[in-house]
């Protein structure tokens, strides 16, 4: 005598797969994925516009002259996020105003060789600050400013033009971060001060 199939061991699992299969992509149906600063789009619309309020205004940034190559560095890498790579604006509505200070610091001595005795450290960090004050430009309110830090690491070996290459790759690096850390900053003044 054999029992019914709904009472088979594999049976229930077989009639209860289906609905947590349709549980689950209900339940995912919820979750978007979308950038950070994008419009939301119409309510019930789950394509996420890019070109949203907050891209367009960072796109009429404009980053004032360097003085120097470490800050022409960073307002270079500036230039190329507010805009998304298309350059300067052509209609500025924001000025910001750039200042970044470096600092060279020579970490530790690591090469204990026995025939070097030269005492030169080989590993070093750049530490960059970068400061910044967000102007609109109509009437030169201040709409944001703040300062970012960051620090890049790089190696000293022996040789001198390596060395150089090493620092002045660490500084290219941390005018990068520094940038980055800028524009997520004027991007969220912007969001506060619509």
Same mark, same amino acid.
């Given at each position: 005598?054999?029992?019914?199939?709904?009472?088979?061991?594999?049976?229930?699992?077989?009639?209860?797969?289906?609905?947590?299969?349709?549980?689950?992509?209900?339940?995912?149906?919820?979750?978007?994925?979308?950038?950070?600063?994008?419009?939301?789009?119409?309510?019930?619309?789950?394509?996420?516009?890019?070109?949203?309020?907050?891209?367009?205004?960072?796109?009429?940034?404009?980053?004032?002259?360097?003085?120097?190559?470490?800050?022409?560095?960073?307002?270079?890498?500036?230039?190329?996020?507010?805009?998304?790579?298309?350059?300067?604006?052509?209609?500025?509505?924001?000025?910001?105003?750039?200042?970044?200070?470096?600092?060279?610091?020579?970490?530790?001595?690591?090469? *204990? /060789?026995?025939? #070097?005795?030269?005492? &030169?450290?080989? @590993?070093?960090?750049?530490?960059?600050?970068?400061? %910044?004050?967000?102007?609109?430009?109509?009437?030169?309110?201040?709409?944001?400013?703040?300062?970012?830090?960051? *620090? /890049?690491?790089? #190696?000293?070996?022996? &040789?001198?033009? @390596?060395?150089?290459?090493?620092?002045?790759?660490? %500084?290219?690096?941390?005018?990068?971060?520094?940038?980055?850390?800028?524009?997520?900053?004027?991007?969220?003044?912007?969001?506060?001060?619509?």
């Amino acid at each position: 005598m054999s029992l019914p199939d709904r009472f088979q061991p594999g049976s229930v699992v077989k009639r209860l797969l289906p609905l947590c299969v349709l549980g689950m992509a209900l339940f995912a149906s919820g979750c978007q994925v979308r950038p950070l600063y994008s419009d939301p789009g119409p309510v019930g619309s789950t394509a996420a516009g890019v070109s949203g309020s907050v891209r367009s205004r960072l796109a009429t940034v404009s980053v004032n002259p360097a003085a120097d190559r470490v800050t022409q560095e960073v307002r270079n890498n500036l230039i190329f996020l507010f805009g998304g790579g298309s350059g300067e604006p052509t209609h500025v509505a924001y000025t910001l105003q750039l200042g970044i200070i470096s600092q060279n610091i020579s970490l530790a001595l690591i090469q *204990n /060789a026995t025939n #070097d005795k030269s005492g &030169q450290p080989t @590993a070093g960090s750049i530490r960059m600050t970068g400061n %910044y004050v967000l102007t609109r430009a109509s009437d030169g309110q201040v709409i944001g400013r703040g300062s970012r830090l960051v *620090n /890049a690491g790089y #190696d000293a070996p022996r &040789q001198q033009y @390596a060395v150089q290459r090493a620092y002045r790759d660490a %500084y290219n690096r941390a005018a990068a971060e520094v940038a980055q850390a800028i524009h997520l900053s004027v991007a969220q003044d912007l969001t506060k001060n619509q």
